[in-house]
């Protein structure tokens, strides 16, 4: 995370429920310390095949997009509606009834209206409506649209990383919208441009390389291992003998690299 993390009590005093006296298309996004992950380690996005590797700071002015962006953004966002019929439904079906709203808890710890799923969704269907729907192209605002710019981009890179993807909302909506769907088909859109998150990005290189999220190597699971057998034999007298890799063994036993 960020490193100016505020305190839990500076955080309770800024929460504020109350719907915001201004129009959501009219907020500009503020990336706020402490609310936000770490740009993707280049070296990670390379490991991974993703474009657009490069060392960028989510508080830079210039995120060091493609020229074009735009073009990608929106040719991936058709390849996408013409392969999921699902995105293309949710897309189109919501009624705002904001039974999803006070479901995450994003919304409940930060009070941010575009933290609520119906709005974090409405950041990506405001494009959609302006780039492939009539109503959108003829209407625009009226319609619910507004044309993707640089700073549209920013607010869906913050909002669509503030989502665990834990489905909490979707078991609320009438429809069955799935939010962690929405923002699954975001943040591709956005690897697209290579706006990936650290947090993410090296994880899942380490996966690549070593098979595990921590990248820890292989001897050095050995030696957590012989540690855990010597901490047993402290607690217990007995001493196990742990095989690895052995052909033919009765138990399998796989430490979790987060506990070793
Ligand atoms: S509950 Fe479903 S239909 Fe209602 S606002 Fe949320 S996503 Fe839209
Ligand atoms: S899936 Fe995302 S938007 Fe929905 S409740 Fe969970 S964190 Fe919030």
Not at 35 to 62: E, H, I, T
Not at 188 to 196: A, K, V, W
Request: proline share 6%; hydrophobic share 40%; aromatic share 12%.
């Amino acid at each position: 995370m960020a490193d100016e993390t505020p305190k839990a009590e500076e955080l309770m005093e800024r929460l504020d429920h109350r719907s915001p006296s201004t129009h959501w298309m009219d907020v500009p996004v503020n990336i706020r310390k402490g609310m936000y992950c770490y740009a993707a380690n280049p070296k990670s996005v390379k490991y991974l095949g993703l474009p657009n590797a490069r060392a960028w700071n989510p508080l830079d002015d210039d995120w060091q997009l493609p020229d074009n962006w735009q073009q990608i953004l929106h040719e991936g966002f058709k390849e996408r509606l013409d392969k999921f019929r699902s995105i293309r439904i949710f897309m189109d079906i919501c009624v705002r009834c904001g039974a999803c709203a006070d479901k995450c808890h994003f919304f409940l710890g930060t009070g941010d209206p575009k933290n609520m799923p119906v709005l974090r969704a409405e950041l990506l269907r405001s494009i959609y409506r302006n780039d492939f729907t009539a109503m959108g192209k003829l209407f625009g605002r009226l319609a619910g649209a507004r044309p993707m710019t640089v700073d549209v981009l920013k607010e869906w890179w913050y909002y669509l990383f503030q989502c665990t993807e834990c489905r909490r909302c979707s078991l609320f909506c009438p429809y069955g919208i799935d939010t962690a769907e929405i923002t699954i088909f975001g943040r591709e859109l956005l690897n697209l441009l290579g706006l990936n998150i650290d947090w993410i990005a090296t994880p899942v290189a380490n996966c690549y390389r070593t098979g595990n999220h921590l990248g820890i190597q292989p001897h050095a699971f050995k030696d957590m291992i012989d540690f855990f057998c010597e901490d047993i034999e402290e607690i217990t007298g007995i001493m196990p003998e742990p095989n690895f890799n052995k052909k033919g063994a009765d138990i399998l036993f796989i430490t979790p690299s987060g506990d070793v």
